[in-house]
């Protein structure tokens, strides 16, 4: 089945700066990764997701990139601001439909103020 | 965006006993949900895909008959955690998809902490 790594484990930046996040995985059949916020207890929310007909994908502060020879994919986040501090998971998939999601061991970002 | 409703939020039993979670697809049809599970600071790990209709597909490790899934409807899924001990104390999060969209993110429901006493 699908692998999905991620790092770091843990991030810190100042209120400001720019955060990056980077996730690799193992089936090159995967055609679907979605990025996801969770704050401590509750449900994950998805902020970003990209298709493998695509390299990049912005929408305000945050954009990903996909390089599917690599089998690699990242999050970057700009501008970051303190409720920008959450857990984030990237996950993929093989989107046929089912979308059975392989997600990867969540990065813990910290914003300080 | 759609809704997916996850009941109850929180769940505390004995050991032994069964707990029964529900998970609801409030605003749309769903052929398919899934079960993950999510210990303290660790990732989600998918369980079991749901299947409307039919039986249940259990992930590499995920014993079937403790962890009892039913999906009997469109909208419905339970997963039922038989004869619970307090490893089984986790974070438990259903997610669904909507049948009738295409290239749609997958909804979660806000997630069942069990723990077992």
């Known amino acids: 089945g699908e692998n999905v790594e991620q790092h770091p484990s843990t991030l810190s930046v100042q209120e400001g700066d720019s955060a990056v996040i980077k996730c690799t995985y193992s089936?090159?059949?995967?055609?679907?990764f979605p990025w996801y916020k969770q704050e401590l207890g509750k449900r994950p929310q998805l902020i970003i997701d990209i298709r493998s007909n695509v390299g990049e994908k912005k929408d305000q502060r945050i954009a990903v990139t996909l390089n599917k020879t690599a089998k690699h994919f990242s999050l970057h986040i700009t501008e970051t601001q303190p409720e920008d501090s959450a857990v984030y998971f990237c996950?993929?998939?093989?989107?046929?439909?089912?979308?059975?999601?392989?997600f990867g061991t969540g990065t813990r970002l910290t914003v300080i103020p | 965006g759609a809704v997916v409703s996850q009941h109850p939020s929180w769940v505390i039993c004995k050991s032994g006993t069964s707990v029964k979670i529900e998970c609801r697809s409030l605003?749309?049809?769903?052929?398919?949900m899934f079960w993950y599970r999510q210990f303290p600071k660790q990732s989600l790990m998918l369980m079991a895909t749901?299947?409307?209709?039919?039986?249940?597909?259990?992930e590499q490790g995920v014993e079937k008959d403790k962890f009892l899934i039913n999906h009997a409807s469109l909208t419905l899924s339970t997963l039922t955690v038989t004869s619970a001990h307090p490893e089984d104390s986790s974070f438990y999060i259903c997610?669904?998809?909507?049948?009738?969209?295409?290239?749609?993110?997958?909804?979660f429901g806000q997630g069942t902490r069990l723990t077992v006493v």
């Open positions: 089936d090159s059949a995967s055609n679907y």
């Open positions: 996950a993929a998939s093989i989107d046929t439909g089912a979308n059975n999601l392989f």
């Open positions: 605003d749309f049809q769903a052929t398919t």
């Open positions: 749901s299947n409307e209709g039919s039986k249940a597909t259990y």
């Open positions: 997610s669904a998809r909507d049948i009738m969209a295409v290239l749609t993110e997958a909804f």
